[in-house]
């Protein structure tokens, strides 16, 4: 949504409950790590609200502040969590069961992580076979499950004292969808929920309640959830921002990081193959093919647009790409990505980057969930709504208008950002041209 350049922005008083769908690996190193940095136990280490900058005017102003003093976030003083899953165990033995965090520190946490116990969660096996719910939601039909998550929600912002809420899907991929008809509309998905019509998935089901509360959500897998005609309208009539879809922080984002460096050089690119080891919950979800699927789709789609092999035909247009996922449970959240990158240069010589980034999931993701929620929130008090094409920056697949194609490139997306936040407050946008600086 336009508005006005310095427009002014609500503050962020009172608390900010962060409400998550999935309370598995992420979630809980989520919860864990904001615990132990409000202790003192850690640093918030890959969050970009929490130790990021942004430079106001010119390089020579000397003006760099913290992005937490520039623009007014929810402090992590004022977070309260809750969520859903199919799965009955507090965030203490969730996070236990992940394995992602040391005990030592766990222990350290233990009583805030007891106390937070999921929600029963809506559950439908057809979008993720491989798993079995141990509570879920029972229901007339889809419409009163999502009733009774907007109950779920009015609960837990008068249980918790939150003035202020904000949705992050956390949960599990869900098999392969393309929208259909009963996406087409909000009359249309309306009158399907009443029906329990198929093709609405548990996400859909999430996101419906949240802004049908007027509760901003990001969708951090690769699922289609927000990504229809008929939930941005809601947004749109709820005034309500949105953000989506699948976490960049793997694999993906090595590729945005090292693809635009080929194409600003006019290196070509013959192949690119990549493949992926994982265990965990994840893991095991996506072994399931039409899950591998969902995935896939939104791992291939950021080459292709960074590349653009329409604009440059004889150096990227017969590109050979191939993702492969595997599951592998002695790995656990510490997922591995190989990748192959086949090139060549000047006068068409060949040449090939290896790369193999051992990472842990959870440990990338944790913090682009805290940023997402309190970017999110920033987002509806500055009057921001539907599609928030600047936190593109965090995603795979990021969404964007009907028809716009989307930037993939890190880079700019962090550009992007940065300049929502300068336009924000009414600062100058930064160009990078310099000529400013010369005679």
Known sequence: ??????????????????????????????????????????????????????????????????????????????????????????????????????????EALRGPLEAIRPMPGVFEQRYVPRLRATQAKQGRNKMDLAEQLMDDIAQFRERSGASRLVMVWCGSTETFQKAGVVHSSLQNFECWLQKSDPEIAPSQIYAYAALKSGVPFANGAPNLTVDTA???????????????????????????????????????????????????????????PEAHKTKEESKLSALEQILQPELYPELYSNMYHKVRIHYYPPRGDNKEGWDNVDIFGWLGY?????????????????????????????????????IQEWLSFYFKSPMTAPGLYPEHDVFIQLMKLKNTLRWLRGEDLITHLGLEYYD
């Not at 070509?268 to 072994?287: A, H, K, M, P, Q």
């Open 350 to 386: 060949p040449m090939q980057i290896k790369i193999d980034f051992l990472c842990r999931d959870s440990i990338l993701a944790a913090p682009l969930v805290l940023d997402l929620a309190l970017f999110l929130d920033l987002a509806q008090r500055a009057g921001m709504h539907g």
């Open 1 to 106: 949504m336009p508005i006005e350049k310095g427009a002014a922005i609500q503050p962020a008083a009172g608390k900010l409950g962060v409400l998550t769908p999935g309370m598995g690996a992420v979630t809980t190193t989520f919860i864990a790590g904001v615990e132990a940095v409000r202790r003192g136990l850690a640093k918030p280490i890959g969050s970009l609200t929490q130790m990021g900058t942004v430079r106001l005017g010119k390089r020579t102003d000397n003006r760099s502040p913290q992005i937490q003093d520039f623009v007014p976030l929810a402090a992590l003083d004022e977070l309260v969590f809750g969520g859903w899953d199919i799965f009955a165990d507090n965030v203490y033995e969730a996070a236990v069961h992940a394995g992602v965090l040391e005990p030592k520190l766990l």
């Open 230 to 288: 008929a939930l941005q309208e809601l947004a749109r009539e709820r005034q309500v921002p949105i953000a989506g879809k699948d976490y960049k922080t793997g694999q993906t984002f090595m590729k945005t990081l090292i693809a635009p460096g080929l194409k600003s050089r006019l290196l070509g690119v013959s192949g690119w193959f990549s493949s992926n080891i994982l265990g965990n919950r994840d893991g095991e979800v996506l072994d399931d």
